[in-house]
């Protein structure tokens, strides 16, 4: 088990035990049991979720979202998110351990310590109202670039 305490949280992550993890001063070194490609693959998987888990207590993470459509609208009730995209009912989002959401204007920020938490609450976020190829409209990452398709050609008939 793993635990880092930072300014923005504390996390906590069980570790394989093929894998040894050592504290020495102000640096963690990672080092496999026994070398195998299992354990190498494990090492390096480690080695990258300690890292994001250090660098979320230290820096958080955050994902940005961008709502567009006629009447496409995102609010804060409390700590929960509410979205209001096109449904017959408002959509309600609640907060997860360590989340923080922030709505301004069309834009919905989702921040906190854990990395794979905000994909993963950004990422539900999303496939709410995914942007769908004719007009754009729906939730997207910001700078996210959708593929268009065109219309319908309409054909106009000549004078009867």
Known sequence: MVAVKGPKGELQREVLPEIKVEIEGKEIKISPQKETKKTGAFWGLTRALIFNMVKGVKDGFE??????????????????????????????????????????????????????????????IRKIRPPEPYKGKGIRYLGEVVARKAGKKVIASGGA
């Open 63 to 124: 994902k940005k979202l961008q709502i567009e459509g006629v009447g496409y609208k995102a609010n804060l009730e409390g700590e929960n998110l509410v979205l209001q995209v096109g449904f017959s009912h408002p959509v309600k989002i609640d907060k997860d351990g360590g989340i923080k959401f922030t709505v301004e204007k069309n834009i919905i920020t989702i921040s906190g310590p854990d990395k794979e938490l905000v994909g993963q609450v950004s990422a539900k």
